[in-house]
């Protein structure tokens, strides 16, 4: 599977921003999709992720009120909607993939396949 993240770039806090991954090699709609995201100096963490069908996502608490998952499995892509974005968003964002039976996944390194990344930059 090949992930591809794009959609970063230098926004105002407060302000919104849609990150996307597109994904190719596998059939999509096998696929449990995560968002994870690196600030400098702190680990991996997770955001969230949306099972397969869509019909089911899960958030990190830290993020649940202001992060939205969605996918299109016609386009084999998911978005990541941040609203009322702050300083402390400012990271690098990887999707992430995997197979599984279970709807859920939180750990990164139950990923097995993982996007270059996007950087986010908010300005205070």
């Known amino acids: 599977v090949q992930l591809q993240a794009f959609g970063g770039g230098l926004v105002q806090a407060g302000g919104s921003l849609t990150l996307s991954c597109a994904a190719s090699g596998r059939t999509f709609t096998t696929l449990v999709m995560g968002w994870f995201r690196r600030a400098p100096g702190k680990e991996r963490e997770f955001v969230g992720c949306i099972n397969s069908s869509g019909a089911t996502t899960y958030y990190n608490e830290t993020v649940k009120a202001r992060f939205s998952i969605s996918r299109d499995n016609a386009k084999n892509t998911i978005d990541l909607q941040i609203n009322n974005l702050k300083p402390e968003d400012t990271a690098v964002y990887y999707c992430?993939?995997?197979?599984?039976?279970?709807?859920?996944?939180?750990?990164?390194?139950?990923?097995?396949?993982w996007g270059q990344g996007t950087q986010v930059t908010v300005s205070s």
């Open positions: 992430a993939a995997k197979t599984g039976l279970r709807p859920i996944y939180r750990r990164s390194r139950e990923y097995q396949y």
